[in-house]
């Protein structure tokens, strides 16, 4: 597996195509690119937010992949992502525009079909069929364009986490409530990865999130390009590099179990690791989960029994909350009621996935344990 790995100091357009464009060569991406090809570009536009924030995917990396493919013939490249509310052109269009997206170089087009197409999936899956975003399904090539994030439920965003915004909408909650179990979840978001199967992974990791992402934490810029064909393997190596012992995330695990990821083999091109990184600090949600200083034969067992005490649940502040009724719209279970312009939670049927959180533009919404 062929890792690329390129110091980008800033946002700098132009040094950005420079990596990217050694990533592809390295990749072999040109090999793969015939005329009249439709190329979809998924990027992580999680929620409307200015990309001054380690919140969304660069455009000036976006700008850069699209370059690359414009010289090399491409002309049918598309933008398209659900974010994490509604899908629908009102939304998606201020979600849009606050993302920098008006900068993008004219031939890319953002996606106005916000219809899905249901698609099936091989008999071993617990998924029996994955409703998708309508440009993934039509897509010959697919490059997906991630954000490097802590992430409040799975620890982690890379490559895999950021298919599932090629579920539409608020389809996503519904999946959240259907699979509330962090195995479960991770299970969903392994057989979700393979169904879309990207083409290529390119990870956004000049200014990385650290703490209670993937939308409330703060900058740790990591000043980073990176790019594969495996994602799989490649979040492995990514988490590593943000200090997260990579098999202590659930999905990641699982990709290593499947033998979807090959840690073994990785073959770094590029510049060197870094020798001055630091770890990531974790989300709230995380930091007291203890099972990973215990030996493995005991941490199951010991997560499972402790696990109604460390259960995290959302809490308010209503202080800070402004009564958008974001949260209310993204939570799974219905348990968030608009009150007096301040969102109210209840504890019971809370699955703690903080879907709440994560779309919460306020930042009004922190962790709080049961213990």
Known sequence: MIQTLYNVEEYNEEKIYEAVSKSFEALGVANDLKPGMK???????????????????????????????????????????????????????????????????????????????????????????????????????????????????????????????TIPGLEKPQMHYRWPAIEDFSRMLLELAQTVNPNVTVIDAIDAMEGNGPTGGTSHPLHLIMAARDFYTQDYFAAGLMGIEPESIVMIRQAVERGLATPDDITLVGDPVPADLTPFVKPDTHKLDFSGSLPAFL?????????????????????????????????????????????????????????????????????????
């Open 39 to 165: 190329v979809v570009l998924k990027p992580n536009l999680v929620m409307a937010k200015n990309p001054q924030y380690p919140v969304t995917t660069h455009p000036a990396v976006i700008n850069a992949v699209a370059e690359y493919l414009h010289a090399h013939g491409i002309d049918d490249i598309t933008l398209a992502e659900s974010s994490g509310g509604l899908y629908n052109a009102e939304y998606m269009k201020n979600v849009y525009r606050t993302c920098g997206l008006k900068a993008l170089h004219p031939y890319i087009r953002l996606n106005m079909d916000f219809s899905s197409v249901s698609v099936n999936c091989p008999d071993n899956f617990a998924n029996h069929s994955f409703n998708l975003i309508t440009p993934v399904t039509n897509a010959d090539y697919i490059i997906n364009i991630c954000k490097l994030k802590t992430h409040a439920m799975t620890g982690f965003s890379g490559g895999i986490k950021n298919l599932f915004g």
């Open 299 to 371: 941490a199951k067992p010991a997560t499972a029994v402790m696990s109604h005490f460390l259960k995290s649940y959302p809490k308010v502040d209503k202080n800070i909350c402004v009564g958008c009724g974001k949260c209310a719209e993204s939570c799974p279970a219905h348990i968030i009621k608009i009150e007096n312009h301040k969102a109210k939670f209840t504890k019971r049927g809370c699955i703690s996935c903080f879907c709440c959180q994560e779309m919460c533009p306020a930042k009004a919404i922190s962790v709080k344990r049961a213990l």
